[in-house]
């Protein structure tokens, strides 16, 4: 299913009533809830309010001053992420175990702090590990931690400015050929530690769309897709700066994280900070001392777009 997305006047079909119960009806049908008439027409007025909540947050981080844009994206993705869950989850909230971060982030050091270092852990109970399981069928992830660094490497608009920081290729972009066929350079086998035939393998194993692979002579893999076929085609990313799909090239635990899920990390923290750690968040926006600065400026900047467009693409794809 192949939308074109032109940012929020791609939601303006799901601010109407009658779409969205008719929507949600679908949705529940297909997980075989026993009363879809009923939980949609209950649901379509919160699921629309999520949506609306979210883009007011979005439209006013845009305006916003960089002190307290981490706040607004933040609570603007909680609200699209609630209105996503309602699609595969009729009964949200269930509980009011629910309605915590899911997430925590330690103690910090007054002294010497770097984000980039820092680290968030995964919780038993709220929205990350409730998103993680509803959404992308992913369970048992408490007790799990993932440093900033490690987040910031799998987000592909991120790409150029951790090149020129720090001189690391973290993605390396597959070339359109024609209609449904890519090619990636053989050198990339060198990341992975794989031969090309294991490779072949292992590629159509871990992603989320079908993948097939055709045999040349020279040093291009070649590869068939079709990316419409899922809202992300994990492990590969979608690069919407660039508008070409992207591979991670290092093989972490966060490989097969979904990229709703790593930006919902780095908002929390980044939140957390702005609310809390004043002085901290102050000084590194007046006085940019380190790597920190511009790596946090890039993302807030390209999270404002990529965010709605990441929960666009799972509400098209139910």
Aim: glycine letters at 4%; one cysteine or more.
């Amino acid at each position: 299913m192949s939308f074109s997305y032109k940012e929020w006047s791609s939601y303006t079909i799901f601010f109407s009533a009658e779409y969205s119960q008719d929507y949600l009806k679908k949705c529940y049908r297909k997980i075989n809830h026993d009363q879809p008439d009923l939980k949609s027409f209950e649901n379509c007025y919160p699921f629309m309010y999520y949506l609306e909540h979210g883009k007011l947050y979005y439209e006013q981080a845009e305006k916003a001053p960089v002190e307290i844009q981490p706040i607004l994206l933040f609570y603007g993705l909680v609200h699209l992420i609630k209105a996503c869950i309602l699609t595969v989850e009729p009964e949200y909230p269930e509980t009011t175990a629910v309605l915590a971060h899911g997430v925590s982030t330690r103690k910090r050091k007054k002294q010497q702090y770097r984000f980039s270092e820092d680290e968030v852990k995964f919780q038993r109970n709220g929205l990350f590990p409730l998103m993680a399981e509803k959404m992308f069928h992913m369970k048992q992830l408490e007790g799990e931690k993932a440093t900033m660094a490690d987040v910031m490497e799998q987000i592909p608009e991120l790409a150029s400015i951790n090149v020129s920081l720090r001189g690391k290729q973290n993605f390396e972009a597959l070339k359109l050929e024609q209609e449904g066929l890519y090619s990636l350079p053989k050198s990339i086998l060198d990341h992975f530690h794989m031969t090309e035939n294991r490779f072949k393998e292992f590629l159509p194993l871990k992603s989320t769309v079908p993948i097939t692979f055709q045999d040349t002579k020279d040093d291009t893999l070649m590869l068939k897709a079709n990316f419409d076929a899922a809202a992300e085609p994990i492990p590969l990313k979608f690069n919407l700066e660039e508008q070409q799909y992207v591979l991670p090239l290092k093989k972490g635990e966060l490989f097969l994280f979904p990229e709703l899920l790593l930006h919902y990390l780095l908002l929390y923290n980044l939140g957390m900070i702005a609310r809390y750690e004043t002085e901290w968040w102050s000084e590194l926006n007046k006085m940019m001392p380190n790597d920190d600065y511009p790596l946090i400026q890039t993302f807030l900047q390209s999270t404002i777009k990529k965010g709605p467009y990441l929960i666009y693409q799972f509400l098209i794809h139910k």
